[in-house]
């Protein structure tokens, strides 16, 4: 582990032209909620930002295209008990072009947000409150939540797609300028899971959704025409909770995991997640463009994150993050109130385990393993190689105790070793996907881009990791004009995938 060098991130910026937009109309009061203080202290302030200062290395002339972070900013006063990934979703971007950077951030207009700010008040709870609690209908699949589009941001079709985890509506917008562009139109009427799949070599993209109605979950393809071209059910025993999915080069893999909601609870409009002993994890290998289902069983867990996955042989490989106790208990040192949720957003409790799955088509078999095992999370690998056999793949690391990214580890496949980055304490991470140099041949000649927040100095920052060597630390520091609030996702772009 390399030291982290400390720049200049807390000195006044000379040269960042900085141009405010209307502020938003905001009701939320102080509290001492843990996810609405500190690094999750939500952002309201909406920029566009020029002449960013470089405070450590140069701006790689190799990097083009847009990095999009997807986090969540609770606008207004909560009615119950608010759960941080209630909070409204704010894509951030920062564009890379010869050498130099703009950074800018901008609220997701989603029509819950605007109704919000008709009535300049919350009028939906959130995930840990009661459904009573709603003012109007909701949206997705727990139906009394907002669709506040603030899990995911992909790129597809030459846009910014933002998405929902409990299957919203999908938001468009255009990824160099935020400019919204309302409802993506494809989406069905059970909406669109977050973690739609983009593969950049046909440009097609993947989704899933889920519902409390029978078949309970259904997968289609949208073509890079950005037109539905495969949409079908998934027919599952009753409502569950994917988070994600994967894709092979002729394949999609959709789950059925036995973590869900509590059949007899869910009559009563009770939405209460258990771990369901006694039934397996269950995968459908779906042909890309529809047929036949073919179901895996295998051990019993939960998944939030898939890495990749690829055929080899007979078989279909998957990889991604096998949780050991994915309903942990609740966390006693958590102020009152909190214990359960806490414990729920905290990895070092739920802990997830890099593990390969391996599913032979011919057999019916299912094999697997861990890869690592240290907790880890969230991981990104070069997405020209999404749903191809690859070597490399880059985790992130998280705080114990809290739902923050405090480095980040790389893994060669091929050989079994690892490297990894660790930031100084009281500095968090964002996702940090893969950026390509322009020209790279390697799978891993390139970069790793993150925003960082600092806790301790009040400021956030853009950093780059050369992906070949994150060890070494950071090769530039860009300074952000505001301190950014925690999320969940990230996505990187190369200028060929963005509308011109
Ligand atoms: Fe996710």
């Given at each position: ?10 000195e ?7 141009e ?6 905001t ?11 500190g ?8 920029v ?17 295209g ?9 606008v207004q006063?909560p009615?119950g008990?608010?759960h941080p990934f ?8 920062i ?8 950074y ?13 700010q008709?009535?300049a ?7 840990a ?7 109007r ?7 009394f ?7 995911d ?23 160099l300028?935020?400019?919204q ?32 109605h ?5 997968y289609g393809?949208v ?9 079908m ?17 002729n394949?999609?893999?959709?789950n ?15 939405h209460?997640v258990?771990l ?12 890309r463009h529809g ?12 998944v939030?994150?898939?890495l ?25 040192d ?6 359960h949720?806490?414990?729920y957003?905290?990895?070092?409790r739920?802990?997830?385990k ?7 088509l011919?057999t019916?078999e ?8 240290r ?9 020209r190689?999404?749903?191809?056999k ?42 940090a ?11 891993d ?18 950093i ?6 994150i ?8 300074r952000?004009?505001?301190?950014l ?16």
């Amino acid at each position: 582990m390399a030291p982290y060098q400390k720049g200049s991130a807390t000195e006044d910026a000379q040269s960042m032209k900085v141009e405010r937009l209307p502020p938003v109309v905001t009701s939320l009061l102080p509290s001492n909620h843990p996810y609405l203080n500190g690094a999750w202290t939500p952002l309201h302030e909406e920029v566009n930002a020029t002449d960013l200062e470089v405070t450590h290395g140069a701006i790689p002339a190799d990097l083009d295209g847009v990095y999009l972070r997807n986090t969540e900013n609770q606008v207004q006063q909560p009615l119950g008990r608010f759960h941080p990934f209630d909070g409204d979703g704010m894509i951030h971007q920062i564009e890379f072009r010869n050498g130099q950077a703009s950074y800018r951030n901008r609220f997701v207009r989603t029509r819950g947000f605007e109704a919000e700010q008709e009535a300049a008040g919350s009028l939906w709870g959130g995930l840990a409150d009661p459904v009573q609690l709603a003012k109007r209908p909701g949206w997705g699949a727990h139906g009394f939540l907002k669709d506040s589009s603030s899990t995911d941001v992909v790129v597809h079709a030459g846009k910014a797609l933002s998405t929902f985890y409990q299957c919203g509506e999908g938001y468009r917008l255009d990824p160099l300028t935020l400019e919204q562009e309302g409802l993506e139109s494809w989406v069905p009427i059970d909406g669109v899971s977050a973690h739609p799949k983009v593969d950049e070599a046909t440009g097609e993209l993947m989704f899933f959704n889920y519902s409390k109605h029978a078949p309970y979950m259904h997968y289609g393809v949208v073509g890079p025409d950005n037109r539905l071209k495969t949409y079908m059910p998934i027919p599952l025993p009753g409502p569950r909770l994917p988070h994600d999915m994967a894709f092979t080069t002729n394949y999609s893999i959709l789950n059925d995991l036995p973590v869900f909601w509590d059949a007899k609870l869910l009559e009563r409009n009770i939405h209460a997640v258990r771990l369901h002993e006694g039934i397996p994890s269950r995968f459908a290998i779906v042909p890309r463009h529809g047929g036949d289902i073919r179901w895996f069983e295998a051990a019993p867990t939960y998944v939030l994150h898939w890495l990749n996955a690829y055929e080899e042989g007979d078989e279909i490989v998957l990889d991604g993050y096998f949780q050991e106790d994915p309903t942990p208990e609740p966390n006693k040192d958590a102020p009152p109130g909190f214990e359960h949720m806490m414990a729920y957003l905290d990895e070092s409790r739920f802990k997830p385990k890099l593990h390969r799955w391996r599913f032979n088509l011919k057999t019916g078999e299912t094999t697997e393993g861990h890869l690592d095992d240290r907790i880890l999370e969230f991981g990104m690998i070069n997405a020209r190689y999404a749903g191809r056999k690859y070597r490399y793949a880059y985790s992130t690391v998280a705080e114990v105790g809290w739902f923050l990214f405090r480095g980040f580890v790389k893994h060669d496949l091929e050989t079994g070793q690892s490297s990894e980055f660790i930031l100084p304490e009281g500095v968090y991470a964002s996702e940090a996907p893969f950026c390509p140099r322009v020209g790279a041949v390697d799978e891993d000649d390139g970069y790793l881009v993150s925003f960082l927040t600092d806790e301790n100095a009040g400021t956030s920052e853009c950093i780059l990791l050369d992906a070949k060597d994150i060890a070494a630390g950071p090769v530039c520091r860009i300074r952000l004009p505001h301190k950014l609030c925690s999320g969940t996702h990230a996505v990187w772009a190369p200028r060929d995938m963005l509308a011109s």
